[in-house]
Every structure is written in structure tokens, then in C-alpha cells.
């Protein structure tokens, strides 16, 4: 059964989330896991593409968006509408409901942070894995990722 991480940062800055997402997935790339990255929209997928290339000088990580068919697959993929065809271990979810194939994956991530609209949205994502009985972990810091 998929188990449901959710990782309640202190700042309620959206920058903040998302640096925390790129810390997130060196940490897990670094050892050897797939990850999927689901965001609601092309800017956001956009931005996390830019964001995995600069927010360390020191490291790289390969990663493409899943919608460049064009380029080939890499072990950190970037989408916003589509359903990963190759199995994915990770999938670390930005969208404001879970995708319809969360379940595929082992390990669901979600990220909150305490912005009012984005908090009642991961209260709601929360109960809806609560209620189908996934195994739950709650993060209470963005200390978990150095």
C-alpha cells in the first residue's frame, strides 16, 4: 500500500516550498529513487524545471519535463496533466487534489505550507488518504531535509 508523507514547513512563503521540494528530491535521488513531481500547471512545472538546475551549485540532477516526448526518460520527471507511463517510486504531489494514480507509486509526498487557502486544501488531501486507510507520516518541520 502507498504510504503518505506530509512534510508542514514553518514558512508560508510559495519559494520556500518549492526550494524545499528540490532539497526533497536530491536527497531521495541521491539514493537512487525515482521520483514523479505533479504540479497544477505548466508554470509550476516550469519553475521547478529552472529551479532543479540552480539551487545547487555543487550538485545535478537529471531530470526532464514528462511532457518532452522528445528527450529521454531521466529518474526526476516534471508533469502538471499527465499520468506517468513508466512506474515511478516517488511522487511528491503540488497539485491541490491528488492525481487519480497516486496509488502506483510507493510513496506519496506531500508538501504544506501554512498559507490559509493551501493549508484547507492540504487538510482536505490529508482526510482524503486518511479515509481510504493509507499509511500516514507526518513531517512537523522543514528540518527532515539538510
Excluded at 2 to 17: G, H, K, P
Excluded at 55 to 71: G, L
Amino acid at each position: 500500500m502507498t504510504r503518505v508523507d506530509f512534510y508542514v514547513l514553518n514558512s508560508s512563503v510559495a519559494e520556500d516550498r518549492l526550494l524545499f521540494v528540490c532539497r526533497l528530491v536530491d536527497k531521495v535521488y541521491r539514493k537512487g529513487h525515482q521520483i514523479y513531481i505533479h504540479t497544477d500547471d505548466q508554470t509550476t512545472a516550469d519553475y521547478l524545471d529552472k529551479a532543479l538546475w540552480q539551487f545547487r551549485k555543487d550538485s545535478f540532477i537529471p531530470h526532464r519535463r514528462i511532457d518532452k516526448q522528445s528527450e529521454p526518460p531521466t529518474p526526476v520527471e516534471i508533469g502538471f496533466t499527465h499520468n506517468p507511463k513508466e512506474h515511478q517510486e516517488i511522487l511528491i504531489n503540488l497539485a491541490r487534489q491528488p492525481p487519480d494514480f497516486f496509488s502506483s507509486f510507493v510513496r506519496v509526498s506531500e508538501v504544506v505550507i501554512p498559507q490559509p487557502e493551501l493549508l484547507k486544501e492540504s487538510r482536505s488531501r490529508y482526510a482524503f488518504y486518511r479515509d481510504r486507510g493509507y499509511p500516514m507520516h507526518i513531517h512537523p518541520s522543514d528540518s527532515y531535509v539538510a
